[in-house]
């Protein structure tokens, strides 16, 4: 049984069983039911139209997470059906990014809502927001114009990141600041926004104090929470705590479309970021254009997830990861745990650590050989790294994520590791 002691893991869980049997025997919960239906989908599709095959893509089962690289989430069934109808009909995109921000902004609890190309976007419209709040500035100066005018994004040191790209889209110039004096002494008549990023693991300054200062110095601040759900109450917490703007991958824990995210925070900004937005063609982000689609597949994503418990989806991914255990637990030296993050990504990861020298093989070469077999099983990337999970990882560990699995796929992943583990020293 998978076991964890510090306040960082997660406590030993009542796991629900594996059998069909039992599973017909309780109250099975949205989430595992909407994955049934969605593992069983792919089975009854035509060949010909299996993409995938035509073009030579091998599918892979995801025990990584909501990567980009790995195509992120699969969308629920009812986020499909939506989809699918939405492609029938054409509308007025402005109508629909209006109803659609209306919409969200009711069932999440704030004021204004976008649905945008994905988190990155919504960080690019939100700093166009700013930069017009501002300046009283129109679209089309965005960014051309922008190095003459109010400029100055306030960002912690440690939470530079590669998506500060998204705001130096619109020709913002960062200003970095390490200390809480270096933070208050840094806002000028030019600063418009500060970003502070939610999952950044070092920063002297909290969010609360980062979010204070702003306001006392009358600027709006922008929160990145891109991969910060669950849980599910993230989706309203920080714009109740005041934020002005808040951004989330649309793709990962809300389980929409890949390609789309939200923008959540003060109608005057989001109403600022949509005129920044597609199909409004002098705008930067004319080119982060979000289709009919993706609009209402993210609108029917936040629908489905408000019908999930945070408890029961905790429950199964924990589940999960007991089986994968169970298949390892006679591999000499292993010892296995659950970390679970405190910020984005907050699901169990299934930790398992053993002796390289004693097994005969490390954990990389066990990752790269899952990519070798059929089918193919992608690990999470912390897997034989130090740093990537903490102290959580290291050289000797092997990471996997459960909560991107699909039913069966965990005793296909432990019957995997357990052949590549044994294999080595026979």
């Not at 030579?56 to 069934?77: D, Q, R, S």
């Not at 408890?311 to 970390?339: G, L």
């Amino acid at each position: 049984m998978v076991s964890g002691t510090d306040s960082s893991k997660l406590s030993r869980r009542k796991f629900l069983t594996g059998s069909q049997v039992a599973l017909a025997s309780i109250a099975i919960s949205p989430l595992v039911a909407a994955e049934s239906f969605a593992s069983a989908g792919p089975k009854t599709v035509p060949s010909a139209d299996d993409y995938y095959a035509k073009l030579g893509i091998e599918t892979i089962i995801n025990a990584a997470g909501t990567y980009t690289y790995l195509t992120a989430a699969v969308m629920p069934p009812q986020v499909q059906r939506a989809v699918a109808h939405a492609a029938l009909h054409p509308v007025f995109l402005k109508d629909l990014q209006r109803a659609s921000g209306e919409y969200l902004a009711k069932r999440l609890r704030c004021e204004g809502a976008v649905v945008t190309s994905g988190a990155s976007a919504a960080l690019t419209l939100a700093t166009a927001a700013c930069i017009m709040s501002a300046n009283g500035v129109t679209p089309e100066q965005i960014p051309e114009n922008v190095g003459t005018i109010k400029n100055e994004v306030i960002v912690q040191k440690a939470h530079r990141y590669e998506y500060d790209h998204a705001m130096l889209l619109c020709g913002v110039k960062i200003v970095e600041v390490v200390t809480i004096d270096d933070y208050r002494s840094a806002f000028t008549s030019k600063t418009i926004m500060t970003n502070f990023f939610n999952s950044a693991e070092h920063g002297e300054i909290d969010r609360q104090t980062w979010l204070d200062v702003a306001h006392q110095h009358n600027v709006p601040c922008h929160m990145d929470a891109a991969a910060d759900m669950p849980p599910i109450e993230n989706l309203w917490k920080y714009t109740g705590m005041g934020y002005d703007l808040v951004c989330f991958s649309g793709g990962k824990g809300i389980r929409g479309p890949q390609n789309a995210g939200l923008l959540l925070g003060k109608k005057h900004l989001t109403d600022l970021a949509v005129t920044n937005n597609n199909p409004n063609s002098d705008a930067v982000g004319r080119g982060m254009k979000v289709a009919k689609e993706q609009i209402v597949g993210m609108v029917a994503a936040v629908d489905w997830l408000l019908e999930q418990s945070d408890e029961a989806n905790q429950a199964e991914y924990m589940r999960r990861a007991d089986i994968i255990a169970k298949f390892v637990k006679d591999i000499p030296t292993m010892q296995t745990d659950i970390f679970m993050p405190e910020i984005a990504n907050r699901v169990p990861h299934l930790i398992l650590t053993y002796d390289p020298l004693v097994v005969g093989i490390t954990p990389q070469a066990v990752q790269e050989l899952l990519r070798t077999q059929r089918p193919q099983i992608e690990l999470n990337p912390a897997t034989g790294s130090t740093g990537r999970l903490g102290t959580h990882s290291n050289q000797n560990t092997i990471v996997v994520g459960t909560w991107m699995l699909q039913p069966g796929e965990a005793e296909i992943v432990g019957r995997h590791l357990h052949a590549a583990l044994s294999r080595a020293k026979a």
